[in-house]
């Protein structure tokens, strides 16, 4: 079994990302620019949102977070992103996800210039996606191609069974497996709550890639001997012997399942520094695209 060490895959990648940065710079370029817009004091956005400018500032990113009140309304956070796709210094920005309840988070990211959409959420860059055609990919798949890729997991013919269908994760990966390209040209089948099936089916996968944020869901019996694990899931239980009061569990049983598995991507350490490293792949890219 090998461990796909999203943390040390994710170190090489900023290095990778850095020394761009400094050639870009050497040559009169730009650097690379990211914005955060948080909305609101949610704890979990606050983290996400330090994590990554501190991302940002180990590449050699210039990045800025705009603060705005949890009272502020639909209308005033779209100026906010409109000023945003006009200013010529800023190459993407994200606006951190979940929105207070009175705004549409729909109409917000409808409102993102695509060029500027780091994120990959703008259905222009999801349908670029689609079809195969370049295009800003959100950083959870993003991430999970990468890993595949700089450990030459073989895809192509191979079955893979996607868990969940969330429009960040499940159903963009889904698409992704399946396209003509490395990593893809998998056979893919995508499976939700409705599935009636799942465990059959998780039996006959080469690759599993499971994204429905339910702890250790998958468990060894439904794993096939030689599989490829990639576990998106992150569940925070309450684990009184972490000085943190919580530890974050996987949707596969990692213990039981490991042994069976040709890969497998431990939680934490697996898919989460893979996610966000992409966010600054993107950025990059951005920039170059200037
Ligand atoms: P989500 O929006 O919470 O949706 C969950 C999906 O799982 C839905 O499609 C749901 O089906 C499906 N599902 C729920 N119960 C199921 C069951 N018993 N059998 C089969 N499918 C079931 O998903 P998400 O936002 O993608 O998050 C999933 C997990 O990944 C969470 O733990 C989240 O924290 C984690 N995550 C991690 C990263 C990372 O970087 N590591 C990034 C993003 C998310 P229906 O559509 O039928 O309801």
């Known amino acids: 079994m090998i461990k796909l060490d999203g943390r040390a895959t994710s170190q090489s990648i900023r290095q990778e990302i850095a020394a761009e940065v400094k050639k870009l710079q050497e040559k009169g370029g730009k650097t690379p620019h990211l914005v955060a817009v948080l909305v609101g004091s949610n704890g979990a956005s606050q983290t996400y ?8 500032e180990e590449v050699g990113f210039v990045s800025d ?14 100026q906010e992103v409109q ?15 979940p929105l207070p309840r009175h705004i549409d988070e729909q109409k917000v990211l409808m409102a993102i210039d695509p060029a500027k959409d780091v994120d990959g959420f703008h259905p222009e860059n999801l349908g670029k996606m689609a ?25 192509g013919g191979k079955h893979c069974v996607v868990v969940g269908r969330s429009h960040i994760v499940g159903l963009p990966i889904s698409i992704l497996m399946g396209r003509n390209g490395y990593p893809g040209n998998a056979t893919v089948t995508l499976t939700h709550s409705r599935t009636t099936n799942l465990p059959e089916l998780l039996r006959s996968a080469d690759i599993i890639i499971a994204a429905l944020g339910k702890p250790h869901f ?6 096939k001997e030689g599989a490829v694990l990639i576990d998106v899931g992150t569940t925070r239980v309450v684990d009184k012997s972490k000085k943190s ?21 431990p939680v934490p350490g697996g898919v989460g520094p ?7 792949k993107n950025t990059l890219l951005a920039a170059r695209h200037k």
């Open 49 to 56: 949102v330090k994590a990554k400018v501190r991302d940002c």
């Open 245 to 265: 009061g919580h530890r974050l569990v996987g949707d596969i049983d990692y213990e039981k399942a490991a042994s069976k598995a040709a890969y497998i991507t």
């Open 218 to 223: 998958v468990t060894a019996d439904m794993v």
């Open 274 to 280: 893979m996610t966000r490293v992409s966010l600054l």
């Open 65 to 78: 977070v705009v603060r705005l009140s949890e009272t502020i309304t639909e209308a005033e956070l779209l």
């Open 131 to 155: 079809l195969n055609l370049p295009s800003y990919l959100p950083a959870t798949p993003m991430g999970i191609l990468d890993l595949m890729d700089r450990y030459n997991i073989e895809t």
């Open 83 to 97: 000023r945003l796709n006009a200013d010529a210094a800023v190459d993407g920005f994200i606006v951190q996800l």
